[in-house]
T-cell receptor, first 113, second 113 residues
């Protein structure tokens, strides 16, 4: 798992509540990513970070925010969860900017009821 | 629990046979390609990668072929084993995209003993 820990592994929450997912890495990599995985859509990028306090939007960023106050932690927040955000969320890290594979955590399964 | 979706293309092979999984990519500017394996309940696991200045690369029991003319990528698995049963994704990346990978929808490989 390339030293990546995602927490929680499973969460059920109600529509309208805030939710924060955490990704923790132990290898001091600069680049971190949040993807979501849904049937029929595959893996889609939500947000990514290229350093402490440096983040940018991905393909499906609406309804999500991120923060990176330390190299090792990348947080994904759903300010007001909706049922369309029911998904499996994966964090990934990369050694360098380009031409380098991403290494993924084992995911967080989020259900919004 | 399932982390990959319904209606995936499925390839069913007999144990010991060779498997070929295909992928068409969309961006002619893509210059780096990766194959991932995903088992149920886990994150995608890096298998092998290839840069656009190559057309073939071999790993342990796996070979990736790249045809830039028709924007096609394939993964060959030799002597397929039951442990190879999983969903396989291709991903593409191009320089300047800050490591953001674009994933294909995936192919489910089922190995019959």
């Amino acid at each position: 798992d390339a030293g990546i820990t995602q927490s929680p592994r499973h969460k059920v929450t109600e529509t309208g509540t805030p939710v924060t997912l955490r990704c923790h890495q132990t290898e001091n990599h600069r680049y971190m990513y949040w993807y979501r995985q849904d049937p029929g859509h595959g893996l889609r990028l939500i947000h990514y970070s290229y350093g402490v306090k440096d983040t940018d939007k991905g393909e499906v960023s609406d309804g999500y925010s991120v923060s990176r106050s330390k190299t090792e932690d990348f947080l994904l927040t759903l300010e007001s969860a909706t049922s369309s955000q029911t998904s499996v969320y994966f964090c990934a890290i990369s050694l360098k900017e380009d031409n380098s594979p991403l290494h993924f955590g084992n995911g967080t399964r989020l259900t919004v009821t | 629990g399932e982390s990959v979706g319904l209606h995936l293309p499925t390839l069913s092979v007999q144990e010991g046979d060779n498997s070929i999984i295909n992928c068409a990519y969309s961006n002619s500017a893509s210059d780096y390609f990766i194959w991932y394996k995903q088992e149920s309940g886990k994150g995608p696991q890096f298998i092998i990668d290839i840069r656009s200045n190559m057309d073939k690369r071999q790993g342990q029991r796996v070979t990736v072929l790249l045809n830039k003319t028709v924007k096609h990528l394939s993964l060959q698995i030799a002597a397929t084993q039951p442990g190879d049963s999983a969903v396989y994704f291709c991903a593409e990346n191009h320089r300047g995209s800050q490591g953001n990978l674009i994933f294909g929808k995936g192919t489910k490989l089922s190995v019959k003993p």
